[in-house]
Nanobody
Framework: DVQLVESGGGSVQAGGSLRLSCAAS????????MGWFRQVPGKTHEGVAT???????TYADSVKGRFTISQDKAKTTVFLQMMSLKPGDTATYYC????????????????????WGQGTQVTVS
């Protein structure tokens, strides 16, 4: 199996920045897709950004131009650089991953991901 651990959340003022990290360990393979989803109480996960082993990225319209997803393959780690944060970005951010050629939707959807991290809180005020 695969384990995902997020870090980097915190509280910032509107207009500030945060960098989230997601480290993967376990039975990872060379073909994968990883992404970030966010959730507020009473709502389902909302897709934020994804990146795959070919470095193809997707972004939600609400974060385009402000957030950047990237990866360090040697460390099996994915990052989410969040700039110009808004109060609407407040949520618990979850890292998600799927390993193997699984025929993902494009852009990848919540149901495409098997593994999930515990989440890290981001608060913007």
């Amino acid at each position: 199996d695969v384990q995902l651990v997020e870090s980097g959340g915190g509280s910032v003022q509107a207009g500030g920045s945060l960098r989230l990290s997601c480290a993967a360990s376990g039975s990872t393979t060379t073909a994968y897709c990883m992404g970030w989803f966010r959730q507020v109480p009473g709502k389902t996960h909302e897709g934020v950004a994804t990146i795959d082993s070919d470095s193809i990225t997707t972004y939600a319209d609400s974060v385009k131009g402000r957030f950047t997803i990237s990866q360090d393959k040697a460390k099996t780690t994915v990052f989410l650089q969040m700039m110009s944060l808004k109060p609407g970005d407040t949520a618990t951010y979850y890292c998600a991953g799927q390993w193997g050629p699984t025929g993902l939707a494009f852009p990848p959807e919540e149901a495409d991901f098997t593994y999930w991290g515990q989440g890290t809180q981001v608060t913007v005020s």
